[in-house]
Structures are given as structure tokens and as C-alpha cells.
């Protein structure tokens, strides 16, 4: 089967660092995405691993352990814009890249 | 705007009813997604083409569900005998032709159905 673990909502102050955790039990592994997600808006890309290790651009900063089945999501200087929905999404093996399984997302609340 | 596009952007309908969605992918995207999203959900995957192929469908695509795309550009994903329990956010995603297992899917803004 595949399950996919965010924490629901979290709150965070503007200009602080926040961590979004995910953690996955998937068929196979193929990748991982993390997306932003205003709210009525389109989902939109912000990292991908497929390897151990961190991957930064930016304030955005995201990491993978295959063999812990975890992800984290680093967000830093936290702005007001930020508040939205952050999901996690795997990328299965079988298939050839066909789809992704999301979880439900983390509702971030920047606040002043 | 080069980016997904999709029409209408609102429909409310009665139970019973039928309605056809449309999804305009970024151009030179051959992989077409549909995926639902309910309130406080992720995105679930409902189907997947690769040119005008329908490749893969999930089993939440009930018979009452049928996608197409005919030229292998836009496509449609229609919904008869609409149900309550059909009212979500219906989103199209598209994916460039490469192998680049990189290569992200980027979204549309969605259909947000609802039922009476």
C-alpha cells in the first residue's frame, strides 16, 4: 500500500525557520516533491529529491532519507506570503513517472 | 500565459447531470494528469496520458468517468449521472515530453465542481 504522513496545521512566526515533516511507506520509490498550495490555487513546485541528502534553493530547503521513509520541508525567513498549504508527494517505481501520491498537506499560519 | 489551462474554472450542477470539463496542457507537453482534490486532501491521481494515449486510471475513475484526448493536446474529463459525493477540486497537470526523471508535473488552476 502507500501512506503518506504530514503534519495537518502548523503556526510559525514571520522571519523564523520552520521544518514540515513527511514520512512514506510506498511500492517502490522513485522520487520525492514538495509543493506549495494557496489556498483556490494551483498546486506549485518547489523541490524534488531522489537521493539522500539536501537539496536548497533559496529560503526553501529539503531533505531525504530513502532508508527512513522521511522528508522535511526548511523554510526560512519566514514571510507572511508563505502561509499555505505545503504537500508531500512520492513518485512511485512502477509506471514510468505516471503520477504522483500526495498527502493531504500541512497548513502553514505565518503570523506577525 | 504558457501555462496549464483549464475551463471552466467554476460549475454548479444538479445531481443527475452531466458535465465535461477541458485542460489545455503547457505546449510541447505530451504527459496529460488528472487528479481530484477535496476539501483538506492532497491531490488523488485519476488518470494519465501520454500523448493521446490513455495510459493509466485509477480506480477511483469509476464507469461514470471518461477522459480523452484526441490530438494528444487538450483533453476532456466528463462526468455522468453527476453524484454529491463528486464535488472537489478537478486538476490538470502536464509534463514535458523529456525523460528527465527531474521533469516535474505543473498544474492548472482547476475546476471546482459542486453537486446539489
Known amino acids: 500500500g502507500q501512506n503518506i504522513d504530514q503534519p495537518t496545521e502548523m503556526t510559525a512566526t514571520e522571519g523564523a525557520i520552520v521544518q514540515i515533516n513527511c514520512t512514506y511507506q510506498?511500492?517502490?520509490?522513485?522520487?520525492l516533491f514538495w509543493y506549495q498550495q494557496h489556498a483556490g490555487e494551483a498546486p506549485t513546485f518547489l523541490s524534488y529529491?531522489?537521493?539522500?541528502g539536501l537539496e536548497e534553493k533559496g529560503r526553501f530547503s529539503s531533505f531525504l532519507s530513502r532508508s527512513k521513509g522521511y522528508s522535511y520541508l526548511l523554510l526560512k525567513e519566514l514571510q507572511m506570503k508563505d502561509s499555505a498549504s505545503y504537500l508531500c508527494?512520492?513518485?512511485?517505481?512502477?509506471?514510468?513517472?505516471?503520477?504522483?501520491?500526495f498527502g493531504a498537506g500541512t497548513r502553514l499560519a505565518v503570523h506577525p | 500565459d504558457t501555462g496549464v489551462s483549464q475551463d471552466p474554472r467554476h460549475k454548479i450542477t444538479k445531481r443527475g447531470q452531466n458535465v465535461t470539463f477541458r485542460c489545455d496542457p503547457i505546449?510541447?507537453?505530451?504527459?496529460l494528469y488528472w487528479y481530484r482534490q477535496t476539501l483538506g486532501q492532497g491531490p488523488e491521481f485519476l488518470t494519465y496520458?501520454?500523448?493521446?494515449?490513455?495510459?493509466?486510471k485509477s480506480r477511483l475513475l469509476s464507469d461514470r468517468f471518461s477522459a480523452e484526448r484526441p490530438k494528444g493536446s487538450f483533453s476532456t474529463l466528463e462526468i455522468q449521472r453527476t453524484e454529491q459525493g463528486d464535488s472537489a477540486m478537478y486538476l490538470c497537470?502536464?509534463?514535458?515530453?523529456?525523460?528527465?526523471?527531474?521533469?516535474?508535473?505543473?498544474f492548472g488552476p482547476g475546476t471546482r465542481l459542486t453537486v446539489l
Open positions: 510506498t511500492s517502490g520509490f522513485n522520487g
Open positions: 496520458f501520454q500523448n493521446e494515449a490513455q495510459l493509466e
Open positions: 508527494a512520492v513518485r512511485p517505481l512502477s509506471g514510468g513517472y505516471n503520477k504522483l501520491i
Open positions: 497537470a502536464s509534463r514535458h515530453k523529456g525523460l528527465a526523471e527531474t521533469d516535474t508535473q505543473y
Open positions: 505546449s510541447e507537453h505530451n504527459r
Open positions: 529529491n531522489v537521493l539522500d
